[in-house]
């Protein structure tokens, strides 16, 4: 079975809001983060239990994991 990605709304505009920030000052790191989050992403498509669980206490948060944005340079 292909797993899908979905970006919610919120989610999605807080990528563009950060590329837009970025793209203010130098806007080859912003298309280098927006396709670092993007492979990041696909990555994680691939391996889904990748990053390091968390506990938090909603219920609904249960499995949630942390990962990073992969391959994007410190400017």
């Known amino acids: 079975m292909k797993r899908r990605l979905l970006i919610s709304p919120r989610a999605n505009q807080d ?3 950060q590329f837009a920030y970025l793209a203010e000052e130098n806007f080859a ?3 280098q983060f927006y396709d670092a989050a993007f492979q ?3 990555d994680l498509l691939l391996r889904p239990f990748k990053g390091s669980s968390r506990e938090f206490a909603h219920p609904e ?3 949630l994991r942390l990962w990073f944005v992969q391959g994007l340079k410190n400017v």
Do not use: G
Request: glycine share 0%; net charge negative; aromatic share 8%.
């Open 40 to 42: 990041t992403f696909d």
């Open 29 to 31: 790191t912003a298309v």
């Open 61 to 63: 948060l249960a499995d």
């Open 15 to 17: 990528i563009d809001e």
